[in-house]
């Protein structure tokens, strides 16, 4: 049978060449996908083994450069014929300042408003949920090329993957005077959350090109991702751009309010200073790079969100409180480990006597510190536990709580709360120790099925069981608004039966009893702070 086989296809070979036809004696390599956007015709990749299309690199803006440096996102520019897709664009302008990040980009860019899509093979047409995820990084740097982002897993499981791209650092967050006064809102400021809610425009307007039902839009996002999910529920300019939110560490609800846009204005003012730029001119004729080096000066100031009265119109937690956000079903928790009791006690051991000794520093009302000294007593009064909680919750617990609560309170809508407490394995080369808990970060990974994207730890069985575990109650909550489905341990609504407990997901998921209000209460009563930098300065 071999041998009539090969015979048949060396005669269509000779048949071919007599025709002057090309050899194909099998069958022809698969089309690469297209899609057709607002812009033009785009050209991505076909993963063959799994199924998943990709197409990366896509504008949804015009380049921030010259005078648009510093501007509200412009609409991309169209192309003629079709534009490859089949490479990240490249990462916004950052620094090297987080460790842990590994990116596929190519270099760095103000020409950086990409974005990158990942659907199912035969999805056009089909009307899939959308997931739109926003990097962390502590808006200082980050990118959408990122391993531990990567869409493919999350497009297997029937849904389209979308990662973007938003400017950083001084280039996303610079408030200055003269910006806004050329402002048309009489703002600046904000860019990042702008470029974020013009990625967010261009999915509801282009998305179902790539088999995507832009009315099944879900967000989400990590640390400063989070932040970022937390300000476009708040901000007019996604008003009606998704339907459904994902918060993992962190929020604009947090015990540092972002800075007014007074006081943003005076640190712009500062930075243009510290650069020898006499005016909003001289900024924008400087070289990026030139830029990007004076942020790393230790008298520079930060770049954040900040409530300029337009992207963010007031303090985030009154438009929460007064249900001035959109009105979609969220699902957001914070990790057990997020900080180390070294971030609150600097050198000193975690004694008792130690911990007291910080929190009478820092709250001088002798009343208001046993309050809360006895608020992180409960369950029990081990001064490492005490000490390791409270870092974690003035870091970026605390602020996650906040949005969870006043959301639950004032939205009328479904709100799922977690604890993610899986610690990372050992490295595999054995240089990286196994964690105590749940780091901050360490969840993305799992949560988006990318552990086998990420070569650095031994993942172990019990690994891959918290990956599917928590991926399959982010995939049930992207497709309905809700993580609950067949096999899966039943997750309440925040407020709704037994509100005392919270999911903890782990290798398996349990519910677990809420201790933790009275801290929250506690931390709000001692530290009273006036509006200035927010604390979203997290990876």
């Known amino acids: 049978m071999f041998s009539l086989r090969l015979v048949a296809l060396q005669r269509l070979a000779a048949w071919n060449l007599l025709l002057g036809l090309p050899l194909l004696a099998a069958a022809a390599a698969p089309q690469a996908p297209r899609a057709t956007v607002s812009s033009g015709v785009l050209e991505g990749e076909l993963d063959a083994a799994s199924g998943v299309r990709s197409f990366k690199g896509i504008p949804y803006a015009q380049p921030p450069l010259g005078e648009l440096r510093w501007k509200a996102p412009q609409p991309p520019d169209s192309w003629q014929g079709v534009r490859p897709a089949r490479k990240f664009g490249p990462r916004a302008m950052q620094r090297p300042v987080f ?14 408003l990409y974005l990158n899509v990942w659907t199912p093979a035969h999805a056009p047409g089909r009307q899939l949920p959308v997931l739109v995820y926003f990097y962390g990084g502590g808006f200082t740097a980050g990118d959408g090329s990122e391993p531990r982002y990567d869409g493919a897993s999350m497009a297997h499981q029937g849904m389209v993957a979308v990662t973007v791209n938003y400017r950083l650092n001084v280039f996303g967050f610079l408030s200055h005077p003269e910006l ?35 009315a099944r839009v879900t967000i989400a996002g990590e640390s400063a991702g989070s932040y970022s999910v937390s300000a476009q529920m708040i901000s007019p300019l996604a008003q009606g751009t998704f339907a459904r939110a994902i918060g993992e560490s962190g929020a604009l609800t947090s015990l540092m ?32 790079s030139e830029l990007l080096d004076a942020t790393a000066k230790p008298e520079a100031p930060g770049f954040d969100a900040i409530i300029d009265g337009w992207v963010v119109a007031d303090h985030p937690a009154t438009l929460f409180a007064s249900g001035r956000q959109a009105q979609v079903p969220s699902l957001a928790g914070w990790n057990s480990l997020e900080s180390g009791p070294g971030s609150l006690l600097g050198d000193l ?6 911990l007291a000794k ?12 046993k309050r809360l000294l006895d608020a992180y007593a409960v369950p029990d009064s081990d001064p490492l536990r005490m000490a390791t909680d409270m870092a974690g919750d003035v870091f970026i617990g605390y602020s996650t709580w906040r949005w969870i609560d006043l959301h639950a309170r004032s939205s009328g809508q479904p709100v799922y709360r977690y604890l993610y407490v899986q610690p990372r394995p050992a490295s595999v080369r054995g240089d990286i120790p196994a964690a105590r808990g749940a780091t901050h970060s360490a969840e993305i990974e799992y949560a988006l099925g990318n552990l086998a994207l990420n070569p650095v730890y031994a993942w ?8 599917r575990l928590m991926q399959q109650y982010f995939v049930n909550f992207i497709r309905t608004g809700n993580p609950n489905g067949a096999g899966l341990p039943q997750w309440p609504v925040v407020g709704q039966g037994d509100s005392a407990q919270v999911m903890q997901l782990g290798p398996q998921a349990k519910l677990a009893p809420v201790r933790d209000r009275a801290r929250y209460e506690a931390l709000e009563q001692a530290v009273k702070r006036p509006a200035g930098t927010s604390a979203a300065a997290a990876d």
């Open 358 to 369: 910080v929190v009478h520093q820092h709250i001088t009302d002798e009343a208001l510190a």
């Open 180 to 214: 806004t006064a050329e402002s048309p809102r009489h703002a600046s400021g904000n860019y990042g959350l702008m470029d974020q809610a013009a990625a967010l425009r261009w999915v509801q307007a282009n998305i179902a090109a790539f088999g995507g039902d832009p």
């Open 99 to 112: 460790s842990d990040m590994v990116f596929r980009s190519n270099g760095v860019s103000e020409d950086c």
């Open 257 to 288: 309010p972002p800075a007014t846009l007074a006081q943003a204005e005076q640190a712009g003012q500062r930075f243009a200073a510290l650069v020898g730029a006499a005016d909003l001119a001289a900024l924008r004729a400087m070289p990026a």
């Open 460 to 467: 172990t069985a019990n690994d891959r069981s918290a990956s």
């Open 349 to 354: 051991p975690a004694t008792a006597e130690n």
